[in-house]
């Protein structure tokens, strides 16, 4: 009897849901230590907008899209894949891929997911229907915890995260087997940008500035209209003129807060 094997497409779809889940419970039972904190419990329970029940049925239906739209696009890269020479049809299927490819493929990637995502959220912050009737969702989290990372009103989810995964599987040319790694490590980025904590030792932390702490200061209301990068590097934020460097403090209680290490100003034409 044959043992079934799911095809790249459909691991590419499920496995970094599963992350996503598996990961952000680690966060969750790590979030009981006071002393990695950004945020003290009480804080989660009394600043966020809304509860977690609503915020998992959010993410299960954002993922539910993000599912959707991963099978018609893979749908449409195997025909297209059928239509060009044999050789160019193997290479997109799976076939044998040089390590320097694949570099290149995520690095292509991250830079489209990057310039993607920094533009549109910097502009749902910059227009204020969009703001109040879309991405306030999301800041509904003032103290963000990791299984938010994806918490969103649905257009939102839609147009950031799963049309901008799209479009960088589709430009950096990456195969469905390389795309299960890629987006299982943009779960694990936005999750660990999203945790609330400062773990000693967090490799991520230390290969790149934006982190936990960075992206914290942008959920806050001093950092509104700062750090709107995400969720690879800071790069826009330096080159638009959005970036605020944080600095990580004693909390009252234990733990550690990120606060800005340079004045700011806040626009008259804030939308918070």
């Known amino acids: 009897m044959e043992r079934f094997l799911p095809s790249d497409e459909i691991l590419a779809t499920v496995v970094p849901v599963v992350v ?37 049925k959010g993410v299960l239906l954002q993922q539910l899209v993000q599912v959707a739209v991963a099978v018609l696009t893979f749908k449409v890269v195997v025909v297209v894949a059928h239509s060009m020479t044999a050789s160019s049809a193997c290479g997109a299927n799976g076939g044998s891929t040089s390590w320097l490819v694949l570099a290149r493929q995520f690095v292509v990637g991250m830079f489209v997911l990057d310039t993607w995502q920094y533009f549109w959220h910097r502009f749902m912050h910059r227009n204020r229907f969009l703001y109040r009737h879309i991405h306030s969702w999301h800041h509904r989290l003032v103290v963000p915890y990791s299984f938010g990372s994806q918490y969103n009103h649905p257009v939102e989810g839609l147009l950031l995260d799963t049309c901008g995964g799209a479009l960088a599987f589709v430009v950096s040319g990456m195969s469905p087997r390389t795309s299960i790694f890629f987006f299982s490590f943009s779960a694990i980025k936005g999750i660990d940008d999203h945790c609330g904590l400062w773990l000693p030792g967090n490799i991520l932390h230390l290969c790149f500035w934006n982190n936990t702490a960075y992206h914290d200061v942008h959920h806050q209301f001093y950092g509104n209209r700062y750090n709107f990068s995400q969720p690879f590097f800071i790069t826009w934020d330096k080159i638009c003129g959005t970036h605020m460097p944080y600095k990580l403090e004693k909390r009252p209680g234990g733990g550690l807060q990120a606060r800005p290490a340079m004045p700011y100003t806040r626009s008259k034409s804030s939308v918070r």
């Open 20 to 56: 996503y889940w598996a990961y952000s419970g680690v966060y969750v039972m790590l979030g009981s230590v006071d002393r990695y904190r950004l945020h003290s419990r009480k804080d989660e329970d009394v600043k966020n907008l809304v509860s977690k029940r609503d915020v998992v």
